[in-house]
């Protein structure tokens, strides 16, 4: 089965390399970082990760819906516009990156996938689509197994109301206060998972309130930290 892993703003054990405000376990290069801070903590990441890793995918995350399919073959310094990855190669690592929206993590015997869920995304239908490529390897969705690391909670996620509308309208579940236009992302991917029987763990902590964490909203500027998983 897949290992996973949340990282938070400090690594497990130590001080991670990114200084303010990208202190210290950043693992972006899109936010102006020091690449070499970077490269040092997912150097981090890849000792975290152990030695069973060959090689670790990371994305640049666009808000859209694309997937790629990743193999043992593809160069692990490749920058992928997509907001989901999938493999069935196994010592392969993929990882999303967020600073509030949700990290979800899927996994099956013998496939996995990666997913950045903001709500772009997640209006776009990026969950459905990841959910047709397993079933596409004809991995039945009632073997899936997924999981959602911390992400803003909806009491701070207030948006605009064509955001709110375009959301609450696809997936009901998201939908708390019309008039404060607040959207619980987390829910409406777990009511999705309910609907199809797919059992899901989800991380309770809120990227804003939790200070151990990178927020967008919260900080403005700020470094990002990952979901991963692999078989």
């Not at 376990?25 to 690449?35: E, F, I, K, Q, S």
């Not at 990227?207 to 692999?230: L, N, P």
């Amino acid at each position: 089965m897949a290992s996973t892993v949340f990282t938070k703003r400090a690594p497990n054990r130590g001080v991670g390399a990114s200084r303010p405000p990208f202190d210290s376990y950043n693992l972006a290069l899109h936010v102006g970082d020091d690449p070499l801070a970077v490269a040092a903590n997912r150097a981090t990441l890849g000792d975290e990760i152990g030695t069973d890793v060959k090689r670790i995918y990371y994305m640049n995350q666009v808000h859209g819906r694309e997937i790629a399919v990743v193999n043992g073959a593809d160069s692990s310094e490749r920058l992928l516009d997509v907001d989901a990855l999938y493999t069935r190669e196994r010592g392969v690592a993929l990882v999303v990156l967020v600073a509030d929206c949700i990290p979800l993590l899927i996994a099956s015997e013998s496939a996995i996938a990666a997913v950045h869920v903001g709500r772009r995304g997640l209006a776009a239908g990026i969950v459905e689509r990841v959910l047709q490529q397993f079933a596409r390897d004809r991995i039945d969705e009632s073997d899936l197994r997924a999981e959602i690391g911390a992400s803003i909670c909806a009491d701070c996620y207030q948006v605009d109301s064509k955001s709110y509308e375009e959301v609450s309208s696809k997936y009901p579940a998201a939908a708390t206060n019309q008039a404060l236009r607040k959207l619980d992302l987390t829910k409406a991917v777990t009511t999705l998972f309910s609907e199809r029987g797919i059992a899901v763990r989800v991380a309770r902590e809120c990227t804003r309130h939790d200070s151990g964490y990178f927020s967008y909203r919260r900080d403005g500027q700020t470094g990002r930290q990952a979901g991963v998983i692999w078989l």
